[in-house]
């Protein structure tokens, strides 16, 4: 089923205000990846993290828009999207750090989380034919209910996402797959590994897609919201992509990007924007949710390792 | 698709057995391949294949086979008979004459072959699948039948003796030879060629030394009253080590020398050992020396070969009194004549002229000495 | 009854028993009912359980995956076990991993069936034996039919356990017979004695007085049952044979009383050398009798090599009941 692309301008005229809830989420996720990046570079956490700087309105502005008893799947770069939906800091830190309290008892880590209706897998690709058949289960047991996918630009090198997306068409699963195109995999520029559009790919499989270079999250809700509906009432996929920026690196310390580059990213950080645009409204906020976090990670810092009663 | 069927290898068995593949079930065959050995009671054969292709086994070794019947098929590359996971059959009851539920195993079933056990003592076995231990134990045990069936080798030897006695009308005439001379002769030959020669050697070297003297001896019953004569004499010697009895023949003998006879003889002996005659070595005889050479034996009437017209008989050797030397040795030579064709003095003229070489045998190996080089 | 008839029998049952159960794979909707005909009827019973995919084997695995994730029962059905290959990652990074890489265990009712190996001349990429290449997968089961087992005791046993599974079905299998009333043949009986496992045992006479055992999957039980009946007849050498119908993970302890006596121990698959199934039983039973045993267990496998379509050259590298009578009696003469 096809539907029109829309697009919006980037310099939407002005953010408009947000809610408290809102911002404070946004907020929240910003100090919790900026914090990940700094307990990296003073040695105190294993391992490996994909922070989501600059994205993170994409999930806080899905998270009106679904609920508890949808299914949401995410990728290696998915703390916001955990977060949007759990609201979680605690435990995802844990998860991170292998404390007790961890989401997964420190097994599974940042790539891969397990909670009530959230999944993450760390492999490129195979969320989706998974999203597929949970859509499909959804449709049969609980209609109304959908499955909500967070991918990247990256991710459409992979074959398993064209073969879920065919599968998905042919049998009307209703599944929203959430691309966050930043432009960027990895260290590789969207120009050098996609060629064609994701609008013409969506387009080959006969199914809808919508893209928005917006960042306003009010503006977002009211697009998607009919788009949402139709997904749900109909069973049938959906491709809503978001033309986004990526402020930090890959991982840790991976940035390949030139200065000039970065400068561009950063005019469009929302964290910026709203701080001159609604300074009173941020500064009540800001403030809080970095002090929420640093006490949130020094509280887990100090708890014994976690548990796993497989071995 | 060709079948490969079993040839006819002689006039005496009903049946032979499949002692061993030489090529393995669905492996590739070209024209000439030796295909599998055929064993009769008296020798092996080998089964040739006529056509290239693919060989799949219809009997399992160590089965019996008829001449005339299916042992296997050869098949061209790839053709639909091939693409089933292949399986060999097993011999069916009715191959292996049994009856439903009496199984016995290939090595039970030689060790019965050897030693004349018969069915109806296996089924009173009451054993489902019986194997060689099971027959090892009713020999052990004592509990053997009151019947004893023959071995297919001994039944080819009865078919053999029941057709002599039915179609050769035979007298026996004996000679006494003094062989102390031949003995002397055969110990300081056996020194020189360093090989194995006695008595039996030499008297080969001397019947087929009278071959042109006595063509009748050497000849072959066309009918009741006309013999085939031979160009030369094949003198076949009976050997019998307990392993079964041969009779492989000296081909030419009166062209070989006393070594080769002796060389000849010891194969014959080695092979009776250790394996079976060829079929090729164990016919074209026109003449038969059967020894019964053992320490007293006095005298042995021996079975004419259906198709010879005579046979002699070796004795053992003994002392007897003798005026002059004290003690002499001699030993019994009988020969068994077809009356159609001999008469008893031809008889005794035979034996005379054996007598009369074996008692100066220095001109008979004189006559055949190495060739100085 | 032929195999594949049982195997039916027991997914119309699965299907008839759990109104949840779902199946995805390649033409599996009537009347055509699959290449191999085992989903045959399905799809008229049950139309809206049974969906027919594209040519997406990683995606119809992953999709199966993801409805077992949430409790819908899925099977999904690979045409041959060879592109097993291309849903590599979805069994063994998603499917597997999820039963246990989220810190507590996963219910994933996930069954991938895989017709399998050689004997009909389908050429090197659709004749293959790839069990050996998904063991050692945590949270990953191998299963593999057999005369012996009850196809519909197997089907919901697997499921059941809830945890991913793959079940190697061998294609000549399928138009063979199933064992019946404790009989394999005119000579050989088959019984369960080892209580706790699914193992089968073919034997004759006194299997605890068994010159050898002989271990091997379902798919070649009826190589090895004539090889068993060409060794005894001809060689008296008499063998018993124990069939898994779980590969892995496969367990020898339950085994050990029986292997002790025994004089020699043979694994026979049909899969390529290296890296065999073979060897990993082999291991398990080296490491904890290798004092009691009168020499190494001996792996009989097809030759490594890949699987040529022709059917005389197809011979020469998949093994055969002559293969394993060689191996057997060899180790016994040789």
Not at chain 1, 48 to 73: C, K
Not at chain 1, 188 to 212: C, D, Q, W
Not at chain 2, 337 to 365: C, W
Not at chain 3, 320 to 333: E, K, L, M, N, P
């Amino acid at each position: 089923m096809m539907s029109t692309l829309t697009t919006d301008s980037v310099t939407d005229a002005g953010l408009s205000p947000l809610a408290d809830d809102d911002l404070r989420l946004m907020l929240m996720i910003r100090h919790f990846e900026r914090k990940l990046l700094s307990l990296f570079e003073l040695g105190e956490l294993n391992g490996t993290t994909h922070t989501s700087l600059g994205q993170e309105y994409i999930p806080v502005a899905m998270s009106a828009l679904l609920d508890m008893r949808d299914f949401v799947f995410s990728n290696h770069r998915g703390h916001g999207h955990y977060l949007a939906r759990h609201r979680d800091p605690c435990g995802l830190l844990a998860e991170i750090m292998g404390r007790d309290g961890a989401v997964c008892n420190g097994v599974g880590g940042s790539q891969h989380i397990f909670r009530d209706r959230y999944l993450s897998t760390g492999v490129q690709g195979e969320s989706l034919p998974v999203a597929t058949g949970v859509a499909l289960a959804l449709k049969r047991s609980e209609p109304g209910q959908l499955a909500c996918a967070y991918i990247g630009d990256g991710t459409w090198g992979e074959g398993s996402v064209y073969e879920a997306l065919n599968m998905a068409e042919l049998w009307g699963a209703p599944l929203a797959i959430v691309v966050e195109n930043n432009g960027i995999a990895q260290s590789t520029p969207t120009t050098k590994e996609l060629a064609g559009t994701i609008a013409g790919r969506a387009k080959a499989f006969g199914v809808s897609h919508y893209r928005t270079e917006s960042t306003d999250i009010n503006r977002i809700r009211a697009h998607l919201a009919p788009l949402l509906d139709r997904v749900r009432s109909r069973g049938e996929p959906l491709v809503i992509e978001f033309a986004t920026y990526r402020l930090g690196p890959h991982s840790k310390g991976d940035d390949s990007r030139s200065p000039e580059q970065m400068r561009r990213v950063a005019e469009h950080d929302w964290y910026t924007r709203y701080a001159a645009e609604y300074p009173a409204q941020f500064a009540a906020h800001d403030g809080e949710m970095h002090a929420l976090i640093d006490e949130t990670a020094t509280e887990v810092a100090a708890r014994p390792d976690s548990t796993w009663d497989n071995l | 698709m060709a079948d490969i069927r079993v040839p006819k290898l002689n006039n005496n068995d009903d049946e032979y057995i499949l002692s061993e593949w030489l090529v393995g079930d669905g492996e590739p065959v070209k024209a000439d391949d030796a295909l599998a050995t055929i064993e009769t009671s008296k020798a092996d054969a080998d089964v040739i294949c006529a056509e290239a292709g693919v060989l799949r086994h219809a009997i399992a070794a160590g089965a019996s086979c008829a001449p005339g019947s299916m042992i296997g098929q050869v098949f061209e590359p790839g053709s639909p008979g091939l693409a089933e996971t292949p399986r060999v059959a097993r011999p069916d009851a009715a191959d292996r004459g049994d009856d439903d539920g009496l199984i016995i195993t290939a090595p039970a079933r030689a060790l019965m072959e050897r030693s004349g056990v018969g069915l109806d003592v296996v089924r009173r076995l009451g054993v489902k699948v019986v194997r060689q231990a099971d027959i090892e134990r009713l020999g052990a045990s004592g509990e053997a039948s009151s019947t004893r069936e023959l071995s297919a080798a001994q039944r080819a030897v009865a078919k053999t003796v029941i057709r002599s006695h039915a179609t050769i009308p035979s007298a026996y005439t004996v000679v006494r030879v003094d062989v102390g001379a031949a003995q002397v002769e055969a110990r300081r030959q056996a020194r020189l060629l360093r090989k194995l020669l006695g008595l039996p050697e030499l008297l080969v070297a001397v019947v087929s030394s009278l071959h042109s003297a006595f063509p009748l001896f050497f000849a072959s019953p066309m009918d009741e009253y006309t013999a085939q004569l031979s160009d030369e004499p094949n003198v076949g010697v009976t050997i019998d080590i307990g392993k079964g009895l041969y009779v492989p023949v000296v081909k030419n003998a009166a062209q070989l020398r006393l070594a080769e006879i002796a060389e000849v003889l010891t194969g014959f002996r080695l092979t009776a050992a250790s394996g079976t005659f060829r079929a090729a070595a164990l016919t074209g005889g026109n003449m038969t020396i059967t020894l019964h050479n053992e320490a007293d034996i006095v005298l042995a009437i021996p079975i004419i070969q259906p198709g010879q017209t005579c046979a002699l008989a070796l004795a053992g050797t003994q002392r007897e009194a003798d005026a002059e030397a004290g003690t002499r040795a001699v030993a019994n030579i009988g020969l068994a004549y077809d009356h159609r064709f001999i008469n008893g003095r031809d008889a005794i003229i035979f034996l005379q002229a054996v007598k009369k070489a074996l008692e100066s045998p220095a001109i008979l190996t004189k006559n055949r000495m190495p060739k100085l080089s | 009854m032929r195999v594949a008839e049982n195997l039916n029998a027991a997914l119309h049952a699965a299907f008839e028993s759990n109104q949840d159960l779902h199946l995805l794979g390649e033409d599996v909707l009537d009347p055509y009912g699959g290449a191999f005909k085992i989903t045959k009827g399905l799809s008229d019973r049950f139309p809206d359980r049974i969906l027919t995919t594209p040519i997406s084997e990683s995606g119809l695995v992953g999709v199966a995956a993801g409805m077992a994730i949430v409790g819908t029962p899925a099977i999904a059905e690979i045409m041959f076990s060879d592109f097993a290959a291309l849903a590599f990652d979805q069994l063994v990074n998603f499917a597997s991993k999820s039963v246990t890489m989220y810190g507590r265990h996963l219910a994933l009712p996930l069954l991938v069936r895989c017709p399998t190996g050689a004997g009909r001349g389908y050429g090197p990429t659709h004749s293959q034996s790839l069990q050996k290449h998904f063991i050692g997968a945590p949270g990953l089961s191998l299963y593999e039919i057999s005369p012996c087992h009850d196809n519909g005791e197997l089907i919901s046993g697997i499921l059941s356990r809830a945890t991913p599974a793959m079940l190697f079905e061998d294609k000549i299998l399928y138009t063979q017979q199933m064992f019946a009333a404790g009989r394999a043949d005119d000579l050989f009986s088959y019984d369960f004695p080892f209580p706790g496992t699914d193992i089968a045992r073919v034997f004759f006479d006194d299997p605890d007085t068994a010159d050898c055992v002989i271990i091997a999957p379902g798919g070649m039980v009826y190589r090895t049952l004539q090889a068993m009946h060409d060794l005894l007849l001809e060689h008296e050498i008499s063998c018993t044979l124990l069939v898994p119908a779980r590969l892995y993970p496969f367990n020898a302890e339950p085994l050990l009383p029986a292997l002790r006596k025994t004089a020699a121990i043979f694994v026979a698959e049909e899969s390529t050398a290296g890296g065999t199934w073979g060897g990993e039983v082999a291991q398990q039973v080296h490491s904890r009798i290798w004092k009691e045993l009168k020499q190494p267990v001996t792996l009989i496998h097809s030759a490594d090599s890949i699987i040529p379509t022709a059917a005389h050259l197809e011979r020469q590298v998949i093994v055969r009941d002559s293969t394993i009578r060689q191996a057997v009696a060899g180790s016994f003469h040789g």
